[in-house]
Every structure is written in C-alpha cells, then in structure tokens.
C-alpha cells in the first residue's frame, strides 16, 4: 500500500512539473542510479536530481527514469573546459551574445568563467566578440568558428537555441581558416574531411587546440583523428584563390561522450595549449630508428616540453605551443630553435633526438602557424644526461639563489650569472642537484643564469633586490 502510494503521488507530482515547465531539475519519488553521457547520477528518496550530463547527445534524467528528450533539434550544449577552447556549433541561433549567456545561465561578465571569445570568419583574422558589453549586440554565426579562452578550474557550459543547420557546401580562402563542425550529433574523421574536400593540392593541414594534428602532403597522411561536434579546427588551405568543402557528402561517425584528447604518459611536463602553434609532421618512412610508443617531444631552451606526440606504427603529427604571458602559459618566442628528445616507455629512458627536416617549410625554428615536415629522425643512444627541470629561488633575491636540478648532467655542467643590462659574466659555479650561487656582491637589477652542459643551454631570470 505504501509503495502503491509513492507511485501515485509521484505520477501527480510529474504532471504538475511537467505542466509548470520543469525541465532540468526535479525532486527523485525513489533511489537509484544511472549514467547520463559521461556522468554518474544516483539519488535517493527526496533527492534533487540535475541533468548533470554537458554534450548535445546527452540524454538527461529526470525523476529517476530516463526522458528521450535528447537537443529536441533546437538546442545544443557545448562544454568549455579551462585555457583555450576551439568551439562552434550546428544550432543557427541568430541571437545576440547576451542572450546566449543568459539562457546558458551564465552572468554577463568575467565572472562566467569565459574571459574572452574571438570569432574567425572568413580566412583566419580574429574578431573580439564576447562577453565584453560593447559587443553585446554581435549575433552568432554558425559558419564561423571561435576561439574562447576559460580561466575558472570548473567547465563552462553554451546553451545554443535556436534551428539545426543543413550540411552543405562551404567554400573556404586560400591559407588558414578556422571550420565549424555542421554535421548534427556526428563527428567526422579527418580523413573524411580531405575526401569531401577533394584535397590533392588542396587541404594540407587540420589541426585542433588540443594537440591533434592531421596533414595531407604529396599523398601522404600524417595522422588521423575524430573532428567533433561541439568543435571548430584550423584548416589550411593552399590552393588560391579557395577550395570547397562538400559537407553534405560526409556521413560522419555517431558522436559519443568521453571522447577527450589525452597526452601520452612521459617524465615531461604536459604542454599547456595555446593559440596559433607550429605543426609538425613525421612521416611513417622518416621513423625507422623509433619504436613503437616512443614518444617525441619539442622543448624550449629552458627544458619546456611545449608540444609532444607518440609513435604507434604510422606516420603522426603534433602541435608545438608559443608563448602568452597574459595568460600564463609557457612555450617558444618566435624564431626559438625547438630541441628534440624521445622518451622509451619500454626501458624508460630518454635520449636526445637529431631530426632532419625539409628545408622548404619551417624547419626546426618555431613560427606562429608555422609548419615543419620530418624528412627523418636519428634517436642518439648512449645519450642519456639531460636536465629535465630548474627550479629558481627566492626570486627576487638578496644573497642567495639556489638551483634545483632534475635530471641528470655531466660533472663539466656550470652555471653562469650574466647581467642582462650590459651582459656580464659574474660568477660561475659548477651544478650539482642542488647548488647554491652566492649573489650579495650584485648590484640590484635583472639578472639571468645560464645552466650548460654539453649542447645543453637552460636559462632563468631572478631580480636581484
């Protein structure tokens, strides 16, 4: 009887939230449990339930029973996770910024989590559109992409209303775009794209924000990965003055959920991605001396890794990051030489790598969007001293700097104190893992330490107060 009465009062209680249009959250009539997308939801009895699921395929839960209600072909959620997000979306919503922020529930400033959207319309020319309030009357357009920069730890959610997009014909400029995915609830392989694209002389490269890059060269194919819904990608085309991208012939892949880029397991810092990185392509035939899961990395002067890609039997490509000091994030000046190491899961050690490029891209110098194309790789065994990390302190300093060493170096390894206003040798002092360089004789001002061994060359700056 008891249980009878449960059932009644929560078959009235459905009507009435039904009825007064509730849609995301509901009070659980009884416990259980069950997966929405990527999440895990239980309840017990008289528990709020949320749709905790964030992807356009989601389907919610509501009341504890499962509710096919899925975009209902006029919404679509798009989950923004922290640093730089390639975003676009197949809902044609024609609604002005403002408006987007707030059926997304998020409130009209910075404090959204999103400090700043740019839109790439057209070739590859960035446009500030929101949330600053003097753009508040810039309407989404679905052809375009963007890029949105989140700076809070927790995912910011776009709640896009509005009519599914048709696939079609899209005609891109020649050099970089930026595409938008218009295949509803469809991802689509990269090698897809350069079919529907006719690519021979055409599409060269596709590259994502988060480390996936693809390149199409002299029929070649250096890696190959699922372009989702949700996101936008950088394209570049090299043929003038546009090449035509025929949607319509893509049937793509059913999207799923937990679909998200992951690093390769290394000793390496994880590069933080960036805007406009350096592609690097490795052909299968240039990577006779790798095994398989070997993994190269592209790293500052410094000891930065910046960019890395694994090895697993054909040929791939990576993306390398630049520097952005508003935002915090690490990497190579432009025209920085990149240097080479490949880490060895199997015997976990790590050896310098000489790579020989073709000299008619952009060779082994980080250039803003720049391209390099591996002609061939040469692991240099026996090679195996490398200072992974150092770590500077107290900065500013007083007396003393001390330097903590990861890694391992050669007894000859020193470090050098250069004044950076005249560019003065100081002191010299040979490294162990911990060493100590007493700096009370410098006058206050900047200055820079040079730690060197071998070919290796790692600087840092302290302020000497």
């Known amino acids: ?15 009435g939230a039904f009825a007064q249009g509730i849609t995301r959250q509901v009070v659980s009539p009884a416990g259980g449990n069950g997966t929405s997308g990527s999440s895990l939801l239980s309840w017990t009895i008289g528990e709020t339930v949320a749709n905790l699921g964030t992807s356009y395929s989601t389907t919610p839960f509501f009341q504890g029973f499962q509710m096919p209600t899925g975009y209902n072909d006029t919404i679509q959620y798009v989950t923004l996770h922290r640093g730089w997000n ?5 809902i044609n919503t024609k609604k002005t910024a403002e408006a987007i922020f707030e059926d997304s529930g998020l409130p009209w400033s910075n404090a959204s989590g999103i400090s700043v959207v740019n839109r790439i319309q057209g070739g590859y020319n960035p446009t500030p559109a929101f949330p600053d309030p003097e753009e508040s009357s810039f309407r989404w357009d679905v052809y375009s992409g963007y890029q949105a920069y989140v700076h809070q730890t927790n995912p910011v959610t776009l709640t896009f209303k ?11 400029p020649e050099g970089w775009s930026m595409i938008p995915m218009l295949i509803p609830e469809k991802n689509m392989w990269t090698s897809d794209f350069f079919a529907a694209a006719s690519v021979e002389d055409k599409a060269l490269l596709i590259r994502s924000i988060d480390g996936h890059a693809a390149i199409y060269m002299a029929g070649m194919t250096m890696g190959n990965f699922l372009m989702e819904v949700g996101g936008a990608y950088d394209v570049f085309f090299n043929e003038a003055p546009s090449a035509a991208v025929d949607f319509t012939e893509i049937t793509g892949v059913t999207a799923k959920a937990g679909n998200a880029f992951s690093y390769p397991e290394t000793p390496w810092n994880i590069p933080v991605a960036n805007i406009n990185p350096h592609t690097i392509g490795v052909p299968a035939d240039a990577l006779a001396s790798l095994q398989y899961g070997d993994v190269i990395g ?21 993306l390398v990051y630049g520097m952005n000091e508003s935002y915090g994030i690490d990497g190579f000046n432009e025209d920085d030489q990149m240097n080479f190491r490949v880490y060895r899961p199997s015997t976990k050690e790590v050896f310098n790598l000489d790579v020989d490029f073709e000299a008619s891209y952009d060779d082994d110098i980080f250039v803003e969007n720049g391209i390099s194309i591996v002609k061939g790789v040469k692991v240099v065994e026996g090679i195996n001293e490398y200072i992974t990390n150092v770590d500077l302190f107290p900065n500013p300093a007083t007396t003393v700097v001390n330097l903590t ?35 009370s004789n410098l006058k206050a001002g900047v200055y820079s330490v040079k730690i060197v061994d071998a070919e290796q060359v790692i600087v840092k700056k302290f302020v000497k107060k």
């Open 86 to 90: 390639y975003l676009s979306t197949f």
């Open 298 to 318: 592209a790293f500052t002067a410094d000891g930065f890794c910046a960019g890395m890609g694994g090895y697993y039997g054909q040929g791939f490509a990576f």
């Open 1 to 15: 009887m008891k249980k009878l009465l449960i059932i009644l009062i929560s078959c009235c209680f459905l009507s």
């Open 162 to 172: 509005g009519t599914v997009v048709t696939p079609a014909e899209k005609t891109f």
């Open 405 to 439: 060493i990861k890694g391992t170096f050669s007894e000859d390894a020193m470090a050098y104190v250069y004044s950076l206003e005249d560019g003065k040798l100081h002191s010299k002092t040979p490294v162990t893992a911990n060493t100590e360089i007493n700096v």
